[in-house]
């Protein structure tokens, strides 16, 4: 073999391996999608669904979660709180809501064209990252 042969080579075996990464990744999205699908079902909806004409086909989810900030730790939380996270997936929204004192709410509306990854811990089951574009 040439030096341009084995180059060759490496390249392609780059290739390969970055085509079966990238299957990987997909499988393990469609994994955390079908979780996170199972435990909806499994869990009734706490805040009221509006009402409207037509019947949704994916009605909206609402989930308990506590914020987990790791990565670039954004703000200063100190205790972790709990959280109300609505997912509307027809809407293409993610609500996050936080209860504050004297009954005031504080929330955050994320459309799905901001969302770029959804991350399934593998050390943690019920652990699931969200990266935003920003």
């Given at each position: 073999?040439?030096?341009g042969?084995?180059?060759e080579?490496?390249?392609?075996?780059l290739?390969?391996?970055?085509?079966?990464?990238?299957?990987?990744?997909?499988s393990i999205?469609?994994k955390?999608?079908?979780?996170?699908?199972?435990?909806?079902?499994a869990?009734?909806a706490?805040?009221?669904q509006?009402?409207?004409?037509?019947?949704k086909s994916?009605?909206?989810?609402?989930?308990?979660?506590?914020?987990d900030i790791?990565l670039g730790?954004?703000?200063k939380?100190?205790?972790s709180q709990?959280?109300?996270?609505?997912?509307?997936?027809?809407?293409?929204?993610?609500?996050v809501?936080?209860?504050?004192?004297?009954?005031?709410?504080?929330w955050?509306?994320?459309?799905?064209?901001?969302?770029?990854q959804l991350i399934?811990?593998?050390?943690?089951?019920?652990?699931?990252?969200?990266?935003?574009?920003?």
């Open positions: 073999q040439t030096a042969q084995s180059g080579q490496e390249l392609e075996n290739v390969l391996k970055l085509s079966v990464l990238k299957d990987f990744l997909s999205e469609k955390a999608l079908k979780a996170l699908q199972e435990m909806s079902s869990t009734p706490i805040l009221p509006p009402l409207s004409c037509k019947v994916i009605p909206v989810q609402t989930f308990e979660v506590k914020l790791t730790d954004l703000t939380i100190g205790k709990k959280y109300t996270l609505s997912v509307d997936v027809e809407g293409g929204k993610l609500v809501l936080k209860k504050q004192k004297d009954s005031q709410e504080d955050n509306t994320f459309t799905h064209d901001k969302i770029r399934k811990s593998q050390r943690v089951q019920n652990k699931l990252g969200i990266v935003f574009e920003k």
